[in-house]
């Protein structure tokens, strides 16, 4: 038995997120269900770096999985490649050892948010956060700097959410501005891991603090409120990306 660990993007709009669920379609049912067939018909279990939503797109999501045949990474990358549908592509194979686990491996995770401040765009709307409106990006950039550090995000976690810790870690996050399109911005994220909708909600805020509901300082109050009410809404998953993920 050889443990592979693949590297592939996926487009996350036909899916019902990465995670397989009886009669839904999802990454995981399609990367299992061609493995199986590469793996002369016996079942292989794929384990992610972490799963995303439905509508959330993975840039270089990583997963690792067991297979019983000989087959070089060259050529188990060109058998899946061959058999997967056209909205999921696997860049790189790996062999790791037997001990190597995608998910607990995990050291970093970075994602990316992309909003549109100008014009609709339709070509874009399954890609980029159509707000259409101008924000305050310089009042989202200095709230953003109040998320980073170790902080407990219960308020930024689905309410009734039972964890074991709400503690994660956000090393690093920064606001990049499309020098091509000024109209569009895209906010990063690096951390140690993130809680189910956590971007999704710190980007709701983020919103309300750039149209002036809510001021950059009072992050630091919605993180001690401990209290999703206090945080601003969930905003639409087709402008976040699973950018990497470091072991």
């Not at 809680?195 to 509901?213: P, V």
């Amino acid at each position: 038995m050889v443990r592979y660990l693949i590297t592939f993007s996926y487009d996350g709009l036909n899916f019902d997120g990465y995670q397989k669920q009886p009669k839904h379609r999802t990454v995981q049912g399609e990367l299992e269900k061609v493995l199986k067939e590469i793996n002369n018909s016996k079942k292989v279990e794929v384990h992610a770096s972490g799963r995303t939503d439905k509508g959330v797109h993975a840039i270089n999501q990583k997963a690792h999985f067991d297979l019983d045949i000989t087959i070089t990474e060259s050529k188990l990358k060109m058998a899946l490649n061959s058999y997967l549908p056209d909205d999921i592509y696997v860049k790189k194979v790996e062999v790791v050892s037997d001990t190597f686990h995608a998910r607990y491996n995990v050291k970093a995770k970075e994602y990316m948010y992309i909003i549109n401040m100008g014009e609709y765009n339709p070509l874009e709307r399954n890609y980029v956060y159509q707000y259409n409106k101008p924000l305050d990006v310089v009042a989202i950039e200095r709230a953003l700097k109040y998320l980073e550090g170790e902080h407990d995000f219960t308020s930024f976690s689905p309410a009734g959410e039972e964890k074991e810790s709400f503690v994660r870690t956000i090393s690093q996050t920064n606001l990049i501005r499309d020098l091509k399109n000024t109209d569009k911005i895209t906010i990063l994220f690096l951390g140690t891991g993130f809680l189910r909708y956590m971007i999704r909600n710190m980007i709701g805020t983020l919103i309300e603090i750039g149209e002036g509901k809510k001021k950059a300082e009072e992050i630091i109050e919605i993180i001690e409120a401990k209290d999703r009410r206090k945080a601003g809404p969930t905003s639409n998953p087709e402008g976040l990306y699973l950018k990497n993920v470091f072991y």
